[in-house]
């Protein structure tokens, strides 16, 4: 989420630092990595969903679209998830 919303503001010093969060902590894969760099989708479905859902959430300025929450739900998160994401989003916005 960090990544896609990092990269969406432009912020490069936003996205080098969450990136190496994610390569040394989160233990992502390099290429699902940049992936979200570039604001492609990842080849991991739920970290797919993850970008798709936090790209909606800044686009729409949080009111995403019944088919856009339903899309990360199908992806196995829940409604709590779908709420830490807009926090995570407002948190990058800051």
Do not use: Y
Not at 7 to 30: E, P, Q, R, S
């Amino acid at each position: 989420m960090q990544i896609t919303a990092a990269a969406t503001h432009g912020c490069g010093f936003c996205v080098a630092g969450h990136t190496a969060i994610a390569t040394k902590k989160a233990g992502l894969d390099a290429a699902d990595i940049e992936a979200l760099r570039r604001l492609a989708p990842p080849a991991d479905p739920r970290l797919a969903a993850v970008a798709a859902f936090t790209a909606a959430v800044i686009q729409s300025r949080g009111r995403v679209t019944d088919a856009e929450l339903a899309a990360f739900r199908a992806a196995g998160f829940t409604d709590a998830q779908a709420l830490d994401v807009v926090l995570g989003v407002a948190l990058a916005t800051l």
